[in-house]
């Protein structure tokens, strides 16, 4: 019988890199579990094609509760079972956490974890190999565009409609950041 000293269950972004990193040491038997097949279809790889994934053998086909403030409709959520997880199936569309949660993560005491730090890491300039007409490659910066470059040239005059669903009153909407349970 193998033994391991760690199983990861999920090969997501999350599982495969903390598998590659704990399988650096020679001496760590590391074993990552996917439910899913390989990242190898054709759609997997095109962005525009994400769509035509969506309750496939890549896609758990998962749905919300009932939204009682959605016209009662239950809201589809997309979420990759194949190597790479959600990550592969996602139009490689990334969100940067939110500065707020860094920082109560930080006051709850973990360290680390401050805005100020996450942030500069995830907001950095990146370096990357640009290949010059020479063909022969060199180490460039590459920056993201500018926020103000980003916006759309053309301004909504009316906000969009979002029929069927209403606005939580403020007072009985949750809160940004759930609580720990107290025991």
């Not at 998962?62 to 592969?88: D, M, T």
């Not at 009316?158 to 940004?176: D, F, M, N, Y």
Request: with cysteine; charged share 20%; proline share 7%.
């Amino acid at each position: 019988m193998t033994t391991y000293d760690y199983v990861i269950v999920g090969a997501g972004s999350a599982g495969c890199v903390l598998a590659n990193r704990l399988s650096e040491d020679p001496n760590v038997r590391v074993l990552l579990v996917e439910a899913g097949g390989p990242d190898a279809g054709d759609l997997i790889h095109m962005p525009a094609a994400w769509g035509a994934l969506f309750r496939t053998a890549v896609d758990w086909d998962h749905s919300a509760a009932w939204e009682p403030h959605c016209n009662n409709r239950r809201i589809y959520q997309p979420r990759g079972k194949v190597l790479g997880g959600s990550s592969s199936t996602n139009a490689m569309v990334y969100i940067r956490g939110h500065r707020a949660d860094y920082d109560d993560w930080r006051d709850r005491g973990c360290e680390g974890r401050a805005s100020t730090i996450c942030c500069r890491t995830s907001c950095a300039p990146r370096t990357t190999r640009v290949a010059p007409a020479s063909g022969t490659g060199s180490v460039g910066r590459y920056r993201s565009p500018t926020r103000s470059s980003r916006r759309s040239p053309r301004r909504r005059s009316k906000p969009r409609s979002h029929t069927g669903c209403q606005r939580l009153p403020t007072s009985t909407a949750p809160s940004r950041t759930a609580s720990a349970p107290t025991s």
